[in-house]
């Protein structure tokens, strides 16, 4: 299990170099390195982007601990490779669905070697994820009881519900996803009005008076002059940038975008090019190659340079150092395009996002574009911005012409949702969910540092991802976490590193102070 | 000390009698070589990057200098589909669009599910007990039991193995074909493929065969050059993976696809079939199953069938069924499946309510079929425009007999005759495209939709008001 001491022999690893980028900020930033946990402040005098600290943290793991999780994989591989051996020579059942007797002659769908890491490694601890709830996805839920008879191929349920087990998974920052009868007042009532369909397309004839209202709320919320919203937020994304860039324009991406922007991008047809990690000068190289040399091969300007970042990344908790990137895109005129999925809602003052987090004005961003699934508790995305490109994206956007809008009683929840954060409603809820919120994040991170796990990220960030590196941990971490009523997400290959898989927790305005000391004991008492 | 110098002497002498008797092109070459050896040495050293040339100075100027273009280009206030049509309340069977009350005719509400009672009170028990968001994606505590409980009725009712629901009509087919189509693959498409189908395609980088709509012949003539190459390249053949991706019911030409001919094709070339039944689901066949039913298939024949809830189910979001073994992939490998949040629970739980509908009243698909049938008689002679699509396809299109010279004024044209018909209470639309991204762009058309709710008189209200439109406005 994790030895705590074993951070203190932890090697210290910055993610961008601090001396390189003083140079460039042209300010005096100090190097605190009393401490050992690698931490790095960035000074508030000065006259520095950042108006107050901003302290990530991407501690690397002691050696051994890679070693082992390398020999983790090598033993899962090895199995692997024996099982699928026995299962070819009938040794060993077959469970899996196999080709039609009538195809067999068919080019097979799938590659062995494709699925060789579902068959083998995946299939063991299938059972952590896909886990089906039966109540509202609030601070707390009932998990449905799930049983496997033959080593995860196949599940079959108990009809035995598992009450109260509390939620880190749910991306419910805010607390919206609720089922108290006066705060879904008027989404019943519109429920009813409009029913659950629209049937047709927003240029055809489904913008409903219920966008209209959504849109003007999106736009006063976010302080910009118009804002269009979206039946779904990863089609946002896919749907929308292929609509502003196109050949000879050039992207520059984050390493870690989520495959809705990187799959925008490439449908877009125009050259990507990807910067490390929230890396400036990465970026600046690129901008600067970008710029000088032109298109690769014929040397053509550029048409135009778009910057693809996000608020808070999911998977790491970082949040996206806005302010020396709006300093680079203003200096190279470049085009920035803020995706807000996580932050909107999550963080700074008032739930502004990661623009009002920095002190910054929405007209520093080009496309501000968000999702309202995660804080607002309901479904879809936005864009927003100038009314030269909203205006542009009416016309233009894939998702406008040939895909359904927004259903009306989601646009209502949005609707009061948004008003509770800007007060609209009357009181002062809103504020308060965003004050616990901010709460809630320092305090769990805060405890988890004490107790001396790796955790990635920002500290103001809601999304804690806690390092477990090991295959095996795993799945014994989602496991024991269950058996003790709390439900976790872990993550692994292939959507993070190989060797850095984590348990994310997402924390809540909803969770109670108990809740998380329960957590927090439990993980001490288990794994400390 | 002498007898070295003289033997030096003498290896001189005979160096210097070796140059006279030496043939005179070995001469001539070495001199040649000698020149050339001193040319090289004193020309200028071939640079193979100029990249290293420029200056910091220069570099500067050309950062200075670039112009980008600006990140939208402007559009113009008279754009078509810049204003759009403002429904206020729900778009039912009488729809309220510009402050205006008129008869849905735009709608794609087929079996008017969208106002119905039974629905609504089960999204209203949904949202009771589970609120309006899921909050996660299916792999992170976004799967609810109304999801699994819609994907086995799914099932079920289409009689397949297996479905899997995407919470986005448009998202499912675009995630389902590159889930199994990649790289080096082939995929032959019908010309008039929805756009959907087109962004699916696109992502998946696959070779794409188009072939002319419904022409099986231009089909087979393409399978068959395949299967030549095929026989050039016999081990490149044994892993590349074939796909055929029909509609149903086409989107933007009204007709169906000729499955059972699809089906020998199939066989007979080793090629797999995916079937997108947006416009066919609940609406063909004789309970509503789809073109599968209509023609009398055996399911298992179609590998995969895809299918957005969003017209006969009137709730949000698409499926896709078939057996286990093809459709249990997309749920590590559909981007919209696992990249995105679930379904909202109320709209799966309207969708469930919308089946049920569906499974208990089967005589509403014969009753729709009727009056598709009474629309499409109706709707011929009109001077000027012309009806396309089966008699049976409950949306049909009205294109210009004659286009008078561009699509602009084809458009502005049409607009006045919906214009018309708005103002005397029938609603209408034009089929709206996005011109530069289609491959093959239809043309110009009004879009007309029947559903279950509309009453004969009102169907020959609107045949005989477009009628009135066509007369005025196209003479």
């Known amino acids: 299990m994790a030895n705590p001491s074993a951070v203190c022999n932890g090697h210290l690893h910055h993610h961008h170099h601090h001396q390189k980028q003083n140079n460039l900020l042209k300010c005096g930033l100090s190097k605190k390195n009393g401490i050992t946990k690698g931490m790095k402040k960035n000074g508030v005098s000065n006259g520095t982007p950042y108006k107050k600290t901003f302290i990530e943290h991407f501690e690397q793991a002691p050696m051994y601990v890679a070693v082992f999780t390398f020999v983790g994989f090598a033993v899962g591989t090895i199995f692997g490779y024996l099982r699928d051996f026995m299962r070819a020579w009938g040794l060993e059942k077959r469970n899996i669905a196999t080709e039609r007797a009538q195809q067999k002659d068919f080019v097979p769908l799938y590659q062995d070697f494709e699925n060789f890491y579902t068959r083998n490694l995946y299939l063991r601890i299938r059972d952590n994820w896909n886990r089906p709830i039966c109540s509202v996805p609030g601070p707390q839920f009932d998990l449905m009881e799930r049983v496997t008879d033959d080593y995860n191929w196949t599940f079959r349920f108990t009809g035995r519900t598992i009450k109260n087990v509390i939620n880190m998974g749910s991306y419910n920052y805010l607390g919206f996803a609720e089922t108290d009868v006066n705060a879904l007042k008027t989404v019943t009532i519109e429920l009813e009005k409009y029913g659950t369909g629209v049937c047709s397309t927003r240029q055809e004839m489904g913008t409903l008076d219920k966008h209209v209202e959504l849109e003007k709320l999106v736009a006063t919320f976010l302080g910009v002059e118009d804002a269009m919203v979206f039946g779904m937020g990863f089609a946002t994304n896919s749907m929308n940038i292929p609509a502003l860039v196109g050949k000879g324009c050039l992207i520059l991406s984050d390493e870690l975008n989520h495959t809705s922007l990187v799959l925008g991008a490439r449908l877009s047809g125009a050259t990507i090019r990807i910067f490390k990690h929230n890396n400036m000068q990465s970026l600046e190289k690129l901008l600067r190659d970008a710029i000088i040399y032109g298109q690769p091969r014929t040397h053509r300007a550029w048409r135009k340079i778009i910057i693809l970042v996000e608020g808070i990344y999911s998977m790491e908790g970082s949040i996206v150092r806005l302010p020396e990137i709006v300093s680079l895109k203003n200096k190279y005129k470049a085009y920035l395009y803020l995706d807000e999925a996580h932050s909107i809602g999550a963080v700074g003052a008032t739930g502004r996002g990661v623009v009002e987090y920095f002190g910054m004005s929405p007209d520093d961003i080009d496309v501000l574009m968000g999702t309202f699934t995660k804080s607002f508790g309901a479904a879809g995305g936005y864009i927003a911005g100038k009314k030269g490109l909203v205006d542009f994206l009416r016309t233009h956007s894939h998702s406008a012409v040939y895909a359904t809008s927004m259903c009306p009683p989601v646009a209502e929840q949005i609707i009061r949702a948004m008003k509770c954060l800007m007060g609209l409603d009357g009181t002062t809820q809103g504020l308060q969910r965003v004050r616990q919120l901010e709460k809630n994040t320092r305090y769990f991170r805060r405890k988890l540092h004490e107790m001396g796990f790796i955790i990635y990220g920002n500290d103001d960030s809601p999304v804690v991802p806690l390092l477990l590196y090991m295959p095996g941990k795993i799945g014994a971490f989602a496991r024991r976490m269950l058996e003790r009523n709390i439900g976790v997400v872990v993550v692994g290959f292939p959507a993070t590193p190989i060797t850095e898989s984590r348990a994310r927790f997402c924390v809540s305005a909803a969770h109670t102070r108990e809740m998380l000391d329960t957590l927090l004991l439990l993980n001490c008492e288990e794994f400390g | ?475």
């Not at chain 2, 005979?14 to 070995?26: D, F, G, K, R, S």
Request: net charge negative; proline share 4%.
């Open chain 2, 1 to 475: 000390m002498a007898a070295a110098g003289v033997g030096q002497q003498w290896v001189l002498v005979e160096m210097v009698q070796a140059l006279y008797e030496a043939p005179a092109y070995h001469l001539i070459l070495e001199g040649i070589l000698i020149l050339w050896i001193i040319r090289l040495l004193f020309s200028k050293t071939y640079k193979l990057q100029e990249r290293s040339d420029l200056t910091l100075k220069e570099k500067e100027e050309l950062i200075e200098e670039w112009q980008p273009e600006p990140l939208v280009p402007s559009v113009p206030k008279d754009h078509p589909a810049l204003n759009y049509n403002i429904v206020s309340g729900p778009p039912t069977h009488i729809i309220t669009v510009n402050g205006k009350e008129c008869i849905n005719f735009a709608s794609f509400n087929f079996l008017g599910l969208l106002n119905n009672e039974k629905v609504k009170t089960a999204a209203q028990a949904s949202l009771k007990k589970y609120g309006v968001g899921t909050c996660g994606p299916r792999g992170f505590y976004g799967t609810f039991d109304v999801h699994l409980e819609l994907e086995e009725r799914l099932a079920k009712f289409m009689r397949t193995e297996e479905a899997i629901i995407y919470s986005y009509g448009f998202a499912t087919i675009a995630s389902a074909i590159p889930a199994y189509s990649k790289r080096g693959d082939i995929v032959f498409v019908d010309e008039a493929a929805c756009f959907a189908i087109q962004k699916g395609l696109q992502a998946s980088r696959s070779n794409i065969k188009l072939f002319k709509h419904n022409d099986m012949a231009d089909l087979e003539r393409l399978l068959k050059e395949q299967e030549t190459e095929d026989q050039k390249n016999p081990r490149k053949a044994r892993v590349t993976r074939r796909f055929i991706v029909v509609e149903g019911l086409y989107m933007n030409t009204g007709d169906i696809c000729p499955l059972p001919e699809l089906i020998k094709l199939k066989y007979k070339y080793k090629v797999r079939i995916f079937l997108e039944e947006s416009l066919s689901f609940g609406v063909l066949g004789e309970h509503g199953r789809g073109i599968t039913e209509h023609f009398g298939i055996n399911i298992d024949d179609i590998d995969l069938i895809s299918a957005n809830m969003e017209n006969s189910l009137a709730s949000i979001g698409g499926f896709c069924c078939g057996r286990s073994f093809i459709i249990d992939h997309q749920r590590l490998s559909g981007q919209g499946y696992c990249f995105s949040a679930s379904l909202p629970p109320l709209l799966a739980a309207a969708a469930i309510e919308a089946l049920n509908i569906m499974e208990d009243n089967p005589d509403i698909f014969q009753t729709l079929r009727t009056k598709c049938e009474r629309m499409h008689k109706d709707l011929q002679g009109i001077s000027g425009l012309k009806v396309v699509g089966e008699s049976f396809s409950p949306a049909l299109h009205l294109q210009l007999e004659e286009s008078c010279g561009s699509r602009e004024n084809d458009v502005k044209l049409l607009k006045r005759v919906v214009d018309y018909c708005m103002n005397s209470g029938i609603a209408l639309t034009q089929a709206r495209y996005l011109e530069k991204e289609e491959k093959c762009l239809p043309p110009p058309s009004i879009r007309v939709v029947i559903t279950v709710e509309q009453t004969e008189q009102e169907l020959d209200k609107a045949a005989s008001l477009l009628k009135e439109a066509a007369q005025s406005v196209l003479n």
